[in-house]
Each structure stands twice: as C-alpha cells, then as structure tokens.
C-alpha cells in the first residue's frame, strides 16, 4: 500500500480535498492508498527535513497548487484539467518510483 501525506498542517484545508481527487486516480491504476493528514502535526517543512536527515527516498516529481481557492469548483474539486493531467501523471510515475524501490537491494550479500 501507498501512502500519500497531505502537504499541509491546517483541519479542513484545501489540500485535503485534492488528495481525495488523487484518491481517484491511484484507484483506477489500481493501487492502494492510505492518505495520512499532517492536520495535528508540526509543520510540513519539519517533517521534509526529517526525511532528509533519515535519508528517506523522496519523489522528487511535485505538483504545486498556488491560490488553491481560485483552482477548486463549487463542490471543492479542482476544475484545471492541465493540472489534473499532471496529478494524473504524478501517480502514475510514483507507482513506478515505488516499484524501482521495492526492487532495489539495499544490502550486499555476504
């Protein structure tokens, strides 16, 4: 299973309603996805840069979403197909980095 964070540390954000649209897109590639919502913890950019210090594997392949609220329709779904291409495109390159990281032996055999 995958799992994605949501970008944000604020209950009820925008974000939020995004992820449940890449919800979408990982289930019609067929892939489980979890969404773990950072709403009650420390800022994003302090878990980034845990990450980092941990040598986690990051995707480096980032959608940005500027002035989100002129981006989402009435019903708080994004209504930019240019950038739902690209979230599309996200997802499926990110099941592809995972597979190449499942794949990749960590350790020499002895």
């Known amino acids: ?20 649209q890449l919800e979408e897109f990982y289930a019609a590639l067929k892939v ?13 950019e ?4 845990l990450f980092g210090y941990r040598n986690a594997y990051l995707y ?23 950038l739902l291409e690209r979230l ?3 997802a499926e390159g990110f099941v592809e980095f995972v597979k190449k990281l499942k794949g990749l032996k960590l350790r020499q055999a002895n």
């Open 1 to 20: 299973m995958i799992s994605s964070i949501i970008g944000t540390n604020r209950p009820g954000s925008n974000p939020r309603k995004i992820a449940a």
């Open 32 to 44: 489980p996805l979890r969404v773990l919502d950072l709403a009650h913890l420390p800022p994003v």
């Open 46 to 49: 302090q878990l980034q840069q």
């Open 60 to 82: 480096p392949d980032r959608v940005f979403l500027p002035q989100i609220n002129n981006l989402l329709g009435a019903l708080g779904k994004l209504k930019d197909a240019e």
């Open 88 to 90: 599309k495109k996200q």
